[in-house]
């Protein structure tokens, strides 16, 4: 169980410098899972509202539609816009996988702008969402595409480990400028009327619980690619960037958590936590000038987004890479101690806690409806009922789950760890006099598997 701890920690921005960084669990780290429970020693409005109302839980079950297998495993958390599926792979490529015209209405978001989708990070949306697909086209990069990419206008933004930081047409996934940041990126972007941001660290942190700084937030022009600013900050930085309110927010592997202007670039407060900042996307409460984020030492913060004081924490027995989902006046995150919970957004007190028997949360959760859609690194995507933490359902893959899901409409999508898979889950619903716990099996004896996508 978590408890709340009051005390506030913050410190004056340091000079940037050179680090190496070790102890968190990087993608490529798989060791045994039972082992790593323990903690180490004026911008644009966004395009959905970050907060909404619990209600009741339709009774449904999760219903494979399809799924797309690439060369290499899947760790990019999908983007789904107007019928299309864009994502990416460690065999290097980012892929644009259309749905077929069903009749489907695609108005509405037409824009993903900020990692996670908007500042409470539902990662859902109201769109047109692909139940069959065929690959469009395909980016090939250097090397790995975790980043999750943004989509704006005709454009998609995207980042890969070869340390390029790349802008392709959305129609033709041909390339329209790209940066080369002589260094590691696996943060997703933010887009905003005034520039697009990425983070980075120093080339060669990539071995098993390593990355190295400097890390550095970079701010282009969304249209032409000019270099607007560079920041380095002393720890390598896989955590994305979140614009807010003229600051852009994201954390370090050596435990910094950073307030920077987003116009000039210059600090405006560093918050010091007691272990790595990894790959958590902040949640902002904009009514309330709050930040969310957790970090290495096993804490989920809250901070004033003003001036970096700590009105919170919440303390877990694991490390918290799971980026938190802000909903009405609840928080949700997940724990390598493997439990997903649910904690007062202004007091930080529990309100419940789901244990997951197996294996640690490692990707970040999305909301929708009600229902919390959490995945666990042993390979189950779990449908929690947001109010009570009583399970819906559990789906239940051959393989690891590290990518992040995306709800759209009754559509669930996320990546395969170990089986190279892009998922396509349908929430069926059902009798309402159902029970809850259904546990579905991705791919039973007497189920056809999908075909494989198409070579382009």
């Not at 120093?202 to 190295?212: S, Y």
């Not at 909903?327 to 997951?356: C, H, K, M, Q």
């Not at 546990?439 to 189920?447: K, L």
Request: glycine share 12%.
């Amino acid at each position: 169980m978590g408890r709340k701890i009051d005390r506030r920690r913050f410190i004056a921005a340091s000079a940037a410098g050179l680090s190496t960084v070790t102890g968190c669990l990087h993608l490529d780290d798989r060791e045994d899972e039972a082992d790593q429970g323990t903690p180490g020693e004026e911008e644009p409005e966004p395009t959905q509202e970050p907060t909404e109302e619990i209600p009741e839980n339709p009774f449904s079950v999760p219903n494979l539609s399809w799924d797309f297998t690439t060369d290499d495993v899947l760790l990019s958390h999908p983007t789904v816009i107007d019928n299309v599926v864009y994502v990416g792979s460690n065999d290097g490529n980012l892929y644009a996988l259309e749905g077929e015209d069903d009749g489907q209405d695609a108005e509405g978001d037409a824009n993903w702008t900020q990692p996670r989708y908007g500042y409470g990070n539902l990662s859902s949306l109201d769109t047109a969402a692909p139940k069959e697909v065929q690959e469009s086209w395909r980016f090939e990069t250097g090397d790995k595409v975790k980043s999750q990419p943004a989509v704006v206008g005709d454009r998609v933004y995207f980042g890969s480990h070869d340390g390029g930081f790349y802008c392709i047409d959305r129609d033709t996934g041909e390339e329209l400028w790209s940066h080369d940041t002589d260094g590691v990126i696996i943060a997703s972007p933010s887009v905003t009327e005034d520039g697009v941001y990425i983070t980075s660290f120093a080339e060669g942190g990539e071995g098993p619980g390593e990355v190295e700084g400097p890390g550095t937030l970079w701010k282009f022009d969304e249209s032409t690619g000019e270099l607007e600013y560079s920041v380095d900050v002393d720890g390598g930085v896989v955590s994305s960037p979140v614009v807010f309110d003229g600051s852009v927010y994201f954390g370090s592997y050596d435990g910094d958590f950073h307030a920077v202007d987003a116009e000039s670039g210059d600090h405006r407060w560093v918050f010091e936590t007691d272990g790595e900042i990894c790959e958590v996307t902040a949640a902002v409460d904009p009514e309330e000038a709050v930040v969310y984020f957790g970090s290495g030492d096993g804490n989920l913060y809250a901070v004033d987004a003003e001036d970096g004081g700590e009105a919170w924490r919440f303390e877990t027995e694991g490390w918290v890479i799971s980026g938190p989902v802000l909903v009405d006046d609840r928080i949700f995150f997940g724990s390598f101690d493997r439990n997903a919970y649910a904690v007062d957004a202004e007091t930080g007190e529990e309100l419940w806690v789901f244990e997951e028997e197996s294996t640690k949360f490692f990707g970040s959760p999305a909301y929708s409806d009600g229902v919390l859609y959490i995945p666990a690194r042993g390979g189950n995507l779990h449908a929690l009922d947001g109010e009570t933490g009583d399970s819906i359902w559990t789906f239940n893959t051959p393989g690891g789950i590290a990518s992040s899901p995306t709800v759209a409409g009754d559509m669930i999508y996320f990546g395969g760890e170990d089986d190279n898979r892009v998922y396509a889950v349908e929430n069926e619903l059902v009798d309402e006099d159902g029970e809850y716990g259904a546990r579905v099996e991705a791919f039973p004896e007497d189920r056809n598997r999908a075909p494989e996508g198409p070579e382009v």
